[in-house]
């Protein structure tokens, strides 16, 4: 069972969406020394992607990005199998699971993020989708969560 509440630790307090939107800014921030596509730097994983209007138009974006995107996720990403809403705490946040299967020698890992959106829809108008994993689930080899 993905959702097996006896299983997922629950940190004493997680951070407040004004917490969570400033830290997100930040690294949005940051982005502009980054190279377009994915890199490895000092333990984290850093990827970029430009896009221009005639790629998709914002709301198409939104949708995929700003709407339940761990579910979009899983049609994308073939490594994700089965993907769980665990708990819906705001309209603006909601607990998700995520279980990846990988190649050998890697086993699967069960990903729990708590997902915070945010919509500015004034001019220009600006979505912001993070992900930020404050819970850990035990695997049956280990404990794997991304900070």
Sequence with gaps: MLND???????PEILSEETILALGREVLESTESWKVGKTY???TVQTLSHHTNGDATFDKFWSKLGVNK?????????????VTLVKRILDT???????????????????????TIYLDESSPRTGYDLLDPPLRRPSSNAKYSVW
């Design 5 to 11: 509440a006896s299983t997922i630790l629950i940190p």
């Design 41 to 43: 730097a000092k333990g």
């Design 70 to 82: 761990a579910e979009n996720e899983n049609e994308f990403i073939s490594a994700i199998k089965k």
């Design 93 to 115: 946040q909601s607990i998700w699971t995520m279980y990846y299967t990988f190649p050998p020698p890697v086993s699967p890992r069960v990903f729990t993020v708590l997902q």
